[in-house]
């Protein structure tokens, strides 16, 4: 195994290290049909790497599927995200799985090689080996990504707005523009698609059937321990609420591995806790019954985008030039540090935001 992997990163570095050196992409400043694909192109989309860079190229995949309706959408996941799979299965045909190691880029590239795509779609902001590897195997003739450092690996790219002042839905939807569709134009809010027995099903778990009061979903779970709230934080913005806002019924949520510090604050504070869901599909229908999200910087973030509910997130805001990904479109009350970790937000801070959100449901 170790050998693969050293010949893995040899390869990479090599790739890396030639990759577009004879090639000057045309940039595209604005829509037009600098791409001659006709009606019916086979085209395929990178988004390889978390859930929320899927959940938020949605709009992107519902915005090509509508100006190019005959077309045969694919696009590369990777078992990082294939749990939201299902918020882009309206507007793909076909998803293709791509595994690390050597042997998951040759079955990639052999699976990339035999569609014959006539243009790959790179939806990273960053400059990322892996797409740039997967443009290079699918050896299709167009390849539009954003301007930034493999830029050579592309035949066309759009300029990379300020990561500072453009939301990351808006600044990967400029890659339509070679296509000749103008995002400007369209609906580019978050979705994500369940049926009415699955949100029913929600509806079940998370409110009592003779209950009134709105229901407040305080998930504790982040991406990893430096994204999330202290316990005791957490106790005490739910004992503020049962306080300060008798008309609400906040419930606890978590993923698996955080369900024994779940119970223990249930118990504290005698709010009801939701079972972990076997499922992002099944969690994303929670999320739809909620009436307003507490959550860390997570991919929650973006369902309560999709489904339009109000939401108070915490986030790392350590980075002046790149804006934390904000629910799009959607009311927000964020609470942010600018060095450090989410626990170390002062709770008075957060108390401040939930009391703004709950206050205006």
């Not at 997967?134 to 830029?151: C, P, Q, W």
Request: net charge neutral; charged share 20%; glycine share 4%.
């Amino acid at each position: 195994m170790k050998s693969l992997k050293h010949l893995e990163l040899w390869f990479r570095r090599q790739f890396n290290r030639h990759v577009g050196a004879q090639r000057i992409p045309i940039v595209v400043g604005h829509p037009q049909q600098a791409i001659p694909i006709g009606t019916a192109p086979r085209i395929l989309v990178l988004r390889q790497d978390r859930i929320g860079d899927v959940l938020v190229a949605v709009p992107v995949l519902r915005a090509l599927r509508e100006c190019y309706p005959a077309s045969v959408i694919d696009m590369v996941l990777s078992p990082n995200n294939i749990a939201a799979r299902s918020a882009v299965a309206p507007y793909i045909d076909d998803v293709i799985i791509h595994l690390k190691g050597l042997r998951g880029l040759l079955k990639t590239r052999r699976t990339l090689r035999v569609n014959s795509y006539d243009v790959v779609i790179d939806l990273m902001d960053n400059a990322s080996s892996t797409s740039a590897l997967l443009v290079s195997f699918a050896h299709s003739r167009y390849a539009v990504g954003i301007d930034k450092e493999n830029r050579g690996v592309y035949t066309h790219v759009v300029p990379l707005a300020d990561r500072a002042t453009v939301h990351i839905v808006e600044r990967i939807s400029r890659l339509l523009w070679p296509l000749n569709v103008d995002p400007a134009t369209h609906d580019l809010h978050l979705e994500y698609p369940l049926t009415d027995a699955e949100r029913a099903e929600a509806r079940r778990t998370v409110r009592e059937p003779s209950s009134k009061k709105k229901i407040f979903g305080i998930n504790i779970s982040g991406s990893d321990v430096s994204r999330m709230y202290s316990e005791a934080g957490i106790i005490e913005l739910i004992e503020h609420c049962k306080k300060h806002h008798p008309d609400t019924e906040a419930i606890v949520l978590c993923a698996k591995q955080h369900q024994e510090m779940q119970e223990r604050i249930a118990q504290a504070t005698g709010s009801k806790a939701i079972a972990p869901t076997p499922s992002f599909h099944s969690w994303a229908a929670i999320v739809s019954e909620l009436d307003a999200l507490f959550t860390p910087d997570t991919s929650s973030v973006h369902l309560a985008a999709a489904f339009q509910k109000p939401s108070v997130v915490l986030f790392v805001h350590d980075r002046i030039d790149l804006m934390p990904w904000y629910p799009y479109l959607t009311t927000c009350y964020p609470v942010e540090t600018t060095s450090g970790t989410i626990d170390q937000i002062p709770i008075a801070e957060v108390i401040q935001a939930v009391d703004r959100c709950l206050g205006d449901l």
